[in-house]
């Protein structure tokens, strides 16, 4: 019985079995089940999933219109070498006789990896995999409590934070409980941004950046900014301030996030590279539902307005640090409309 322990999964996916020519990735949360698919994709392909004679995705409806494209399709040639990954999105009970069929025809020279949500015992897709010689079932649930905070330090070090402190634990015990999934590893992005050049993860980064503030309040300020929106930032900084958010820690997350635009745009120039190839060098990298939107700003955006950008940045990090008793939330709003005003395309509206 090919099936494999949830908590053996993530190890299963960084080294393959060679025997298994198809893997049936399943589970309640969407986003967890598409980020150990994408892990799957980098162990077998690395970075050719734009090759067209290695990498082709499939979804469930085209398999259910037509059976017998999947068996074509796992077993077609590669050219230039390399396994061939067919993936079928989005698979459920509906598709298990197509997928039965692809399996009996698969000799080696292509992995199927289909992915499913959550699966009760009875599902004959899952029930196909785990029976299945040369398949295997990959099972992932959301973490709870140790697991979770084990896993979020994964994430932090895979992003390439520095290490959490033992004041930080007990932190993201508090924070951690109740999220989902991908609501973690939004987290985990914006606290290794926020923590890039500091020697640990402190209890003190973990709250300026909690939820409420690490939900899409801090992103979306961010990109209120960073796309000209102006009249957007008033409400946005309110909402923040009413949570008890750091206001002064989306300034650092802001700056962050200018100071890898105007990097990658240093990398663009130096290597005469395009925007998306720049934007992948970055580490830790761009949030994977962020990379259109900061590819196109790396495009968009003049080497000298995002350098007079941070100016503004930095001259209001000095003002809030000078001692000087500020209006703190009026200036931070005023010199983020300022910025805003200075994006390209700037508009009044949201």
């Not at 508090?174 to 020697?199: I, K, N, P, Q």
């Not at 102006?230 to 996030?257: E, F, K, M, N």
């Not at 931070?332 to 300022?338: D, F, G, T």
């Amino acid at each position: 019985m090919a099936k494999i322990a949830a908590a053996r999964t993530r190890a299963y996916l960084k080294k393959p079995d060679p025997a298994h020519h198809a893997m049936l990735l399943y589970g309640p949360d969407a986003t967890q089940v598409s980020a150990r698919r994408d892990e799957a994709l980098r162990a077998l392909l690395g970075g050719a999933t734009d090759d067209p004679f290695r990498f082709m995705r499939l979804e469930a409806d085209q398999v259910r219109r037509d059976p017998a494209l999947l068996a074509d399709e796992v077993n077609g040639m590669s050219f230039g070498g390399g396994d061939r990954v067919i993936l079928l999105a989005g698979a459920a009970d509906g598709t298990t006789a197509a997928i039965a069929a692809a399996l009996e025809t698969m000799r080696g020279g292509a992995v199927l990896i289909v992915t499913a949500g959550q699966l009760a015992s009875s599902s004959k897709l899952r029930k196909l995999f785990e029976g299945a010689g040369n398949a295997v079932a990959l099972p992932f649930y959301p973490a709870e409590g140790a697991a979770l905070e084990t896993e979020f330090s994964a994430m932090l070090g895979e992003l390439g934070a520095p290490p959490v402190g033992p004041d930080a634990r007990a932190a993201l015990g508090d924070v951690l409980a109740g999220f989902r999934f991908g609501e973690a590893e939004r987290f985990a992005e914006t606290l290794a941004l926020y923590v890039m050049e500091e020697e640990a993860v402190t209890a003190e980064a973990v709250l300026a950046c909690a939820p409420p503030a690490a939900e899409a309040d801090f992103d979306t300020a961010i990109q209120a900014v960073a796309q000209g929106r102006p009249r957007a930032i008033p409400s946005l900084v309110d909402r923040l301030d009413g949570q008890g958010a750091s206001l002064p820690g989306l300034i650092r997350v802001l700056a962050l996030y200018f100071q890898r635009l105007h990097r990658a745009q240093a990398t663009m120039d130096a290597e005469g590279i395009d925007a998306g190839a720049a934007m992948r060098k970055l580490r830790p990298p761009i949030f994977w539902k962020l990379q259109d939107t900061f590819s196109a700003q790396l495009r968009a955006w003049p080497r000298g307005a995002i350098e007079d950008a941070l100016a503004q940045i930095g001259a209001m990090e000095a003002d809030l640090r000078s001692g000087r008793t500020l209006p703190e939330r009026a200036v931070i709003e005023r010199a983020l409309m300022r910025i805003a005003m200075t994006a390209p395309g700037a508009r009044g509206g949201r």
